[in-house]
């Protein structure tokens, strides 16, 4: 028996030695990290994807970037100023802005990437935020001035997106900018196998100072539980996390810290009002006044969100109690369903994607549980991402569950689906006069208190004609090494800080 | 002609029929590399530009014009480019065989290993206490799926002994042997504790076939001693089925293993596949598919070649 024992107490050991031995020693100057989905190309103005972005905004550089106030601060840029008519924009560019093969930073390399951008040719999707440029100038090499064919203040704000990124006149020419990621960022890409992994090396001559490790290892890592086993034996300092379900689980491991931030990208429940009978306004709205959505934020999300509106940026944000219908009335929305003509309610299928959100098969079956107390019948067809896109992009559903992208300007994160010239019209099929018009203010209004204003009465009115149903906004999760400093976590999701961050 | 070089006409043929199959089926599927690539943001695409991105990922010319053009380069041995990795299609499915590969044959062979065996030994105690133990084993290792397993032991080796084995990328086998088996064992386990169930089974049930037959009786009655009863005279004739259950089972395991790879985050041909049909790369999933398909036809042709040589009376191609 004691034989047995230490026997079997001996194959414990050596399969601890056997797997213990790869716990690699912590290169204090190296960064290791890990993401659970990989970027999907190299080309800056080209991939919108999150993941994308969370790399490429490392080795790039927009003119400017948004802080963790979402306010904007310098990138190549050092200033910048709107013209009273707010349709000339001028830039001052760093002087010591340098691109990752030496070469300087110039207004010619800033007119050549927005002219890539502009040009049709490209495919880049975000061409669509940048119209209103009609030429660019470059006067010398530190200045460059956008002239504007109609005022356009959202316009800098827009211009902090990494998909504005300027890239080398010279790559473009060479046609090599998808391929060779030739950055002014702080970290130059050493290695990238798509999907696996990539090696970012610090580069020295970064105007931005020097950065605070030597590089950052990254995994894909595509479970996040992994992630969190990976964190827990220290094979990972810092790590992206999506699903609110693991993220939670960080603060009960006491060597690692959780950091969370409200994030803008908003969930909603899209209706569809092209389509009987959301086509009535009062279904709608009794869609709205039955929808608890406190409950399906802490049902389907744990809890970890805030109920918002149409603008979920912290300037933007309005009072939610005072938006139509936030707190659950069951009885005005069978009332409203009665006038309307549906007193026995109605059958619609709603969409949703499979882990895009994670949450997002959880989030359709509360909603399809509150609405079946009004009568209404909901079929939940769950699809993967790909599929989904392509539904939801033709307009193809009767509600989608969704989880939209948000941005720092309410202009451009609404222009495409509430203006009458928007390109998502076909997705939201709602418009109307009062809408477009607070947009159109909204576009060319310089003063932000007269803006905010325009924009609230946008939040207000959007909220009551219910297109869509606003739920919540959720957190952007990183998980990290309590050795880990200097990291700041921002709204947009941005990862930039890294430049900063030092592992002591 | 004979058996193999009759086998090896169709192969081309099947392959043929394969190539075309998934050629249609992953462009029937909604969504294409354009809106895989930009999501909802593909919205704001102008035809012009939605023109200028399918030029891109090669899919702007008709399905027809569109195989013909892939047909004409496979037959010269070139599958494409895979535009998510920039490279041509069989650098990235070779990069990640070897991985695919080994974990398949170290999952094969503890599965055999301990399978053989446990099912030998269950059958030789047949209805007694030892063998009802490992028919609970082996149903509870069939029915218990591999992403719960693999789950479980990286909980526990983190969480208990603060240790995990590399995760991410691959270590080399020729570079860091020892290396590379610590980073294959765990999964391999994973992997392979299911298949150990079924091996367990399969022998079980067929050597207790055996051991009923005459010859054991007669060979048992001559006195021959029972392990070689056993070992020498049984088990020979118990192993067509388990072979023929290792066969298909690492034709399967060769196709990659998405849920152990997704966990354990090793990079083989599975998660490859996933990727490559997640991302709609078009010229990637038809390599994968063609790949794996050829290496179950080779698997099963050895197979078939494998039970001629374990049982004389078994002539192939029924001549």
């Known amino acids: 028996m004691t034989l047995k024992l230490t026997r079997k107490l001996m194959a414990c050991i050596a399969l601890a030695a056997v797997i213990g031995g790869t716990a690699v020693q912590a290169n204090a100057a190296t960064l290791k990290m890990a993401w659970s989905q990989d970027a999907t190309g190299l080309d800056p103005h080209k991939q919108t994807a999150f993941s994308s972005i969370r790399l490429l905004e490392l080795i790039y550089e927009p003119l400017v970037r948004l802080d963790p106030d979402l306010k904007v601060t310098p990138g190549i840029a050092t200033s910048w100023t709107f013209s009273p008519d707010a349709k000339t924009l001028t830039f001052k560019l760093d002087p010591k802005a340098k691109f990752h093969n030496g070469a300087a930073v110039t207004s010619a390399d800033v007119k050549a990437s927005y002219t890539r951008i502009l040009d049709q040719a490209t495919g880049a999707a975000a061409r669509a935020n940048y119209l209103s440029i009609a030429t660019i100038d470059t006067p010398d090499d530190q200045t460059v001035v956008f002239n504007l064919s109609q005022p356009d203040v959202p316009l800098l704000s827009a211009m902090s997106s990494l998909n504005a990124a300027i890239v080398p006149a010279s790559e473009i020419a060479a046609g090599k900018v998808g391929t060779s990621a030739i950055g002014s960022g702080p970290f130059k890409l050493k290695t990238w196998e798509p999907n696996v992994k990539e090696e970012l090396v610090a580069n020295p001559d970064w105007a931005g100072g020097k950065t605070g490790v030597d590089g950052i290892n990254i995994s894909v890592l595509p479970d996040e539980s992994a992630i969190l086993a990976a964190l827990r034996a220290k094979q990972v300092d810092f790590a992206l996390l999506n699903d609110p379900l693991v993220a939670t689980l960080v603060p009960n491991v006491p060597t690692l810290k959780l950091n969370r931030v409200p994030v803008l990208a908003y969930h909603a429940l899209q209706l569809n009002p092209s389509r009987k009978p959301m086509t009535e306004l009062a279904v709608r709205q009794a869609i709205s006044c039955a929808i608890d959505r406190k409950d399906v934020l802490d049902t389907a999300l744990l809890g970890e969100g805030k109920l918002t509106g149409p603008l979920t940026m912290p300037d933007f944000r309005s009072n939610t109690d005072d938006l139509f219908c936030y707190k659950r009335d069951l009885a005005k929305a069978k009332k409203l369903m009665a006038d309307a003509g549906y007193k026995d309610g109605f059958s619609a299928t709603v969409i949703a994607a499979t882990g895009e959100p994670p949450t997002a098969a959880s989030e359709a079956q509360v909603i399809q549980s509150q609405l079946k107390e009004i009568g209404i ?128 | 002609m004979n058996y193999l070089t009759r086998r090896l006409v169709t192969f081309p043929l099947i392959m043929l029929g394969v190539s075309v199959l998934v050629f249609v089926a992953i462009r029937m599927v909604p969504g294409d590399a354009i809106t895989a690539m930009l999501g909802t943001e593909a919205g704001l695409l102008t035809p012009d530009q939605r023109k200028a991105l399918a030029g891109y990922f090669g899919i702007d010319r008709s399905w027809t014009a569109q195989y013909w053009h892939w047909l004409l380069g496979a037959l010269q041995g070139d599958l494409g480019l895979s535009v998510t990795n920039g490279k041509p299609v069989l650098d990235v499915i070779l990069s990640r065989f070897p991985l695919t590969i080994e974990l398949a044959l170290l999952a094969v062979v503890i599965a055999l290993c301990i399978g053989l065996p446990l099912g030998v030994f269950a059958a030789t105690r047949n209805q007694k206490p030892s063998d009802l133990a490992v028919r609970i084993f082996a149903m509870l290792g069939q029915s218990t799926p591999s992403f719960v397993i693999g789950l479980l032991i990286l909980y526990i080796l983190s969480s208990v002994f603060g240790i995990l084995p590399t995760m991410g990328s691959a270590v080399s086998l020729f570079e860091d042997p020892i290396g590379n088996l610590k980073q294959l064992i765990l999964p391999a386990l994973t992997l392979g504790f299911s298949f150990t169930a079924s091996v367990t089974r399969i022998s079980r049930s067929a050597m207790l076939d055996v051991l009923n037959d005459d010859y054991v009786r007669t060979a048992r009655s001559k006195g021959v001693p029972a392990l070689q009863v056993i070992w020498r005279h049984a088990l020979p004739n118990a192993l067509i089925p388990v072979v023929t259950l290792s066969g298909v089972e690492f034709g399967y395991l060769l196709g990659g293993a998405v849920l152990v790879e997704k966990i354990y985050a090793l990079p083989g041909l599975g998660r490859l596949a996933l990727d490559a049909i997640l991302q709609r790369d078009y010229a990637l999933v038809q390599g994968c598919v063609l790949f794996v398909a050829l290496n179950f036809m080779i698997v099963n042709l050895l197979v078939d070649l494998a039970y001629a040589a374990l049982d004389p009376r078994i002539r192939l191609g029924g001549r």
């Open chain 1, 377 to 504: 019948k909901l079929e939940i067809k769950l699809m993967e991402t790909s599929v989904y896109v392509d539904t939801w992009l033709k307009g193809d559903f009767d509600m989608a569950v969704a989880l939209n992208g948000g941005r720092a300007d309410p202009y451009p994160m609404y222009n495409r689906y509430f203006t009458k010239a928007g390109n998502l019209q076909k997705v939201s099929n709602y418009i109307d006069d009062t809408l477009d018009t607070l947009m159109q203010q909204g576009r060319v209004e310089t003063d932000p208190k007269k803006r905010k204003e325009i924009f609230s009465a946008f939040d207000k009115h959007l909220t009551e004609v219910s297109p869509w149903i606003w739920l919540y906004t959720g957190y952007s999760y990183t998980a990290q090494q309590q050795n880990v400093q200097g990291f700041v976590p921002s709204p947009d999701g941005s990862l930039f800080s890294l430049a900063r961050v030092s592992v002591k």
